[in-house]
């Protein structure tokens, strides 16, 4: 059964750091996507970084050159690597796993970690 545990969330001030982790289990390595998305209550959901079947990371334009993916151990672990944090990254962190879809990331993805709460203040 795939499991997807997030963990790493937290209080920083604007331009702080942190590293939020993706752990998941029952997965087969190059069978499934692993992304992040964050919400914030009232929004909607916004991708953010992913792994692809075949390992190639990518993160959106909002939060390129701040934020990085970090593969780990065989893919089965996602880091967030966050850096020069602002006020509006605030928000909760999921993370995700979706199953090989016509060679890639699916469209949906099925199995969904219960968050991680990333707050910046000024």
């Known amino acids: 059964q795939v499991k997807v545990v997030e963990s790493g969330g937290g209080s920083v001030q604007a331009g702080g750091s942190l590293r939020l982790s993706c752990a998941a289990s029952?997965?087969?390595?190059?069978?499934?996507?692993l992304g992040w998305w964050r919400q914030v209550p009232g929004k909607e959901r916004e991708w953010v970084a992913l792994?692809?079947?075949?390992?190639?990371?990518s993160v959106a334009d909002s939060v390129k050159g701040r934020f990085t993916a970090a593969p780990d151990n065989a893919k089965y672990t996602l880091a967030l690597q966050m850096s020069s944090l602002q006020v509006d990254d605030t928000a909760m962190y999921y993370c995700?796993?979706?199953?090989?879809?016509?060679?890639?990331?699916?469209?949906?993805?099925?199995?969904w970690g219960q968050g991680t709460q990333v707050t910046v203040s000024s």
């Open positions: 029952g997965i087969t390595v190059g069978r499934y996507c």
């Open positions: 995700a796993a979706g199953r090989n879809y016509r060679g890639n990331c699916p469209p949906v993805y099925d199995w």
């Open positions: 792994i692809d079947i075949g390992g190639v990371t």
